[in-house]
């Protein structure tokens, strides 16, 4: 589906264009053409390879989806992968994928799976002519820059709720509740090896336009690319700090459900060897031997009640002491 179809002259917006007429003002020096398309059939994906004549793999890498993110030269021209990260109200991680074919005088974005486009980017731009006259390089920055923008919520909601389960370890409520957090936890560390998973790979790619070699459409353009790496490393950092303390939260989580079973088997010993002592003693008395000497001892009966009560009082005292019970 079109979204917009749109030429550009010296920073400023001309006005919509037919799509049969991007061949035309793509051939313009002075101008290029800002395009973009949602979930586009095979048909309109080979009319936009045909007007902006496109390189057929990167035509076939956006046909076929499912690529990592990436940012690939083809002789004067770009192709990039950018992943977009939303979190659903069940607390999941929907993911998108945006296809950016960049030129001399031409912008083309194919978002699919996505459901929030980038018409905040297109004002953002349009409003700026003088950044917007730089051409398809600055296109490109601004379309990354929301895409690592859109991160940085998702990142957050995942800390905050990190957070509030790490809280959850130290309150006693039992074996089942503190399983329960780290099945939490898993989810969680879960969520921030796939949120890493698409961070990564950008971070890789978006370095390539801030240093080094840099592609000649891109040229004057690294303090912009730089400014977006700069977020990617902040969220990676962000994202690994809060994995590997997700990983001691669980470790910690084990030991305290370790430290409450001891606990209670403590409280069981402890409770055993109360029953223990009247029980060896009413065990010896109840042999069936004649010579037992308070056999027949007329105060043998609560002496010998007495003599239990002794004994677990002061193992009772004992255990009080050694905080088993």
Known sequence: MLINCAAYHDGRKMGDIPVGDISEYVAKP???????????????????????????LAVEDARHGHQRPKIEEYGASLFAVLHTVEQT??????VGEVAVFVGTNYVLTIRAGSKQGFQDVRARCER???????GSAFVLYALIDSVVDRYFPVVEALIDESEIVEDRIFEKKGTAASRDVVEDLYSLKRRFVRLHHHVAPLLEAVGKLQGGRVPALCAGMEAYFRDVYDHLVRIDKLIEGRREMISTAIQVNLGMISLA???????LGAFAALFASPTMIAGIYGMNFQSIPELHWRY????????MLAIDAVLWWRFRKAGWL
């Open 261 to 267: 079973e001891s606990e209670t088997t403590k409280r």
């Open 89 to 94: 109200s069940d607390k999941e991680l929907e």
């Open 30 to 56: 002075d101008c290029f053409v800002w395009v973009a398309l949602k979930d586009p059939d095979p048909e309109e994906l080979a009319q936009m390879a045909h007007e902006f004549g496109l390189h057929e």
């Open 300 to 307: 043998g009966y609560p002496a010998c009640l007495a003599v």
């Open 128 to 134: 700026d002519a003088h950044l917007l006259r730089h």
